[in-house]
């Protein structure tokens, strides 16, 4: 092994504009960005990489940090053994994506974040995890058992590992998409229901155990079947679980908007930041479920929601910020959002806190380390009602005013730190949610919204190339990548629909012009998430799986179907024909993790 120590001692993050690499720019850790410079000295060093990602509103990414990227001596294995590169995944997706799906080849489990992995000069992960703590504890290696493992086994095993790179980059590449030929028929739809039944809880609404996400592609695929059909149906489904996200502790009962996942399967202790694409996701599902239902908590919850949206997360230019960190000014996780009672009764009259003490309850045991209450709703606005014989409008009213001024005092605590990121796909889902729901709740404040978020992105993004090509940037500097292209179709043709402005069209079949062109693969169909013209990574995958946010080649097919029958162009619906194709064996494997291409597909029957 190559034992130079010419190393520039310094952290090379000071010049950087992402705020999570900002967050690391004085850590002790000689971190490089991601770029040409930190692989070419890894090569001339001979050293492994040691590839972090995180984002700025990352709890465990913040808590790594204290504990080893700011400890001299864990800071020292690491620059003595290592090429250090941190990655901000809100930046960078697509390194973001890559290294979690070679993760879960590597330990056949889940990734996260922090992600931790380890690299070879060539990009090839060889060995990874996520959070790893300063010393041992659980079942978890120390940090800095890890770098000293993996430095043996770089030295020590270099064979192995080759035959480890080429074992990796050949099971990426088989898991690419390979065309059939058939169609899906309609009974893969009918095994995505089975499949959510089997996980949903019937008790707590949502699908699986701890830690519990809301699934927002899986709930609004069941919303949209419209049926009452089987035990339990869609609807109930869906209905149900968005009922008890309303009501818990995953949803800000102060300030609206939605925190990432709740810690435990009764939705009571969440994981307290908060994602624009969480909240830009389950908006649109809130007015559709009280569209279907007529219930005034999912109206509520819309409202709330857009009012912190609007209230917290617009930037100056009209775009909107990508997260809110789950720690509070002084470290401490949820601090912005937790009470103690003495606080609550400060605020509030007697009456109010007769009823707001049953509402969110303030009268059950506090559920946040024994000592603090994170607010939820414990007693529904209509049982009170009936319990002290006043009209459900009255207590509301009453709730309403002890809420607002509850805010006000929360406020004053200051409120959790910004990320100002506005990646064109988060603000894209924001635009059409804000345009579905205020069509559907008759909000033409919220369309005129999602109006002036939609010209902001035109305008900060969109870009005529020297060689007269159009490009959509990502964030400013940054090519867009699949989700941006297909998220701001998809929200250009729902503004079109809901609010139309001469040019919507016009626009919208320009930007599929450059989708088709910069990620199609004519060959095979379907859409990679990094342009033909990207740098490249050790493998170019074709997204299709439904997370937190859906997957871009289901967002693209449907969105191509969409502006087919609005332009009659046979070109766009050929291309999301195609797509389906590609991914029809991807889907029958797993049907409820692609619910956005069982509806492209579903839309493509009812288009013959």
């Known amino acids: 092994m190559n034992t130079d120590t010419t190393l520039a001692p310094r952290n090379r993050l000071a010049g950087e504009t992402s705020a999570y690499l900002q967050q690391h720019a004085g850590d002790p850790v000689h971190w490089h960005p991601w770029g040409e410079a930190a692989f070419a000295e890894a090569h001339r060093l001979d050293r492994p990489i040691l590839l972090s990602v995180g984002y700025a509103s990352c709890h465990w990414c913040h808590v790594m940090a204290r504990e080893s990227f700011a400890d001299p001596a864990t800071a020292a294995a690491v620059n003595e053994g290592f090429i250090a590169i941190k990655v901000d995944r809100e930046e960078r997706p697509d390194i973001d994506g890559l290294y979690q799906q070679a993760l879960q080849l590597l330990r056949r489990g889940n990734g996260g974040w922090p992600l931790t992995v380890f690299l070879s000069p060539q990009g090839v992960p060889f060995y990874g995890g996520t959070y790893f703590p300063r010393e041992a504890s659980g079942g978890q290696s120390a940090l800095r058992d890890v770098l000293a493992s993996v430095s043996t086994v770089w030295t020590e095993r270099r064979a192995d590992l080759a ?13 690419l998409p390979q065309p059939t030929g058939s169609p899906l028929d309609p009974s893969v739809q009918e095994e995505a229901i089975q499949q959510l039944a089997v996980a949903f809880d019937a008790r707590h609404g949502g699908f699986g155990g701890a830690p519990k996400f809301p699934h927002p592609t899986d709930l609004d695929f069941l919303l949209q079947l419209d049926s009452d059909i089987g035990t339990p149906s869609p609807r109930a489904m869906a209905l149900e679980s968005l009922r008890h ?5 995953l949803f800000d009962q102060l300030g609206g908007g939605f925190f990432r996942y709740s810690v435990d399967p009764a939705w009571n202790i969440p994981h307290f930041e908060k994602m624009l694409c969480d909240s830009a996701m389950l908006l649109p599902l809130y007015a559709d479920a009280w569209r279907a239902s007529g219930e005034a908590l999912f109206r509520r919850a819309a409202e709330l929601t857009v009012d912190w949206a609007l209230r917290e997360m617009r930037s100056d230019d009209g775009l909107f910020c990508s997260a809110l960190a789950a720690d509070d000014a002084n470290g401490r996780e949820g601090g912005t959002y937790l009470w103690e009672a003495s606080a609550l009764r ?16 303030l009268i059950d045991p506090p559920g946040f380390e024994g000592k603090f209450w994170h607010l939820r709703v414990s007693r529904p606005v209509e049982k009170l009602a009936t319990m002290l014989g006043q009209p459900a409008d009255a207590v509301q009213a009453v709730i309403d005013e002890a809420r607002s001024r509850l805010l006000v005092r929360r406020d004053e605590r200051g409120r959790a730190a910004h990320d100002g990121k506005t990646p064109t796909a988060w603000n894209a889902l924001m635009v059409s949610a804000l345009a579905h729901a205020g069509a559907v709740l008759g909000r033409s404040d919220w369309l005129a919204a999602a109006r002036t978020t939609f010209d902001a992105l035109r305008a900060a993004r969109w870009r005529e190339d020297i060689d007269g090509a159009d490009r959509l940037q990502s964030l400013p500097g940054i090519d867009g990548f699949l989700d941006d292209h297909a998220f701001l179709l998809d929200a250009a043709l729902t503004l079109h629909e809901t609010a139309p402005h001469d040019g919507d069209l016009g626009f919208a079949a320009r930007l599929a012009e450059v989708m088709l062109l910069r990620f199609e693969d004519d060959a095979r169909g379907g859409f990679f998430f990094t342009a033909h013209d990207a740098l490249p990574l050790f493998h170019r995958s074709k997204p299709a799986l439904d997370a937190a946010t859906p997957g871009g080649n289901g967002v693209a097919a449907r969105a ?13 619906v ?20 692609h619910t956005r291409l069982l509806m492209a597909a579903r839309w493509l029957d009812e288009g013959r």
């Open 574 to 593: 050929n291309a999301a024909e195609r797509c389906v194709r590609l991914f029809a064996a991807t889907v029958r494997a797993d049907p409820a993790s």
């Open 163 to 175: 035959r480890q790179d080429e074992a990796l980059i050949a099971a990426l590449s088989a898991a």
């Open 560 to 572: 191509l179907i969409r502006l087919a029958r609005r332009t009659g162009n046979t070109r766009y």
């Open 346 to 361: 400060d605020v509030l009259t007697p009456v109010e806190w007769d009823l707001c003490a049953a509402h969110w309850g």
């Open 245 to 249: 996200i309303a009501e818990g502790g």
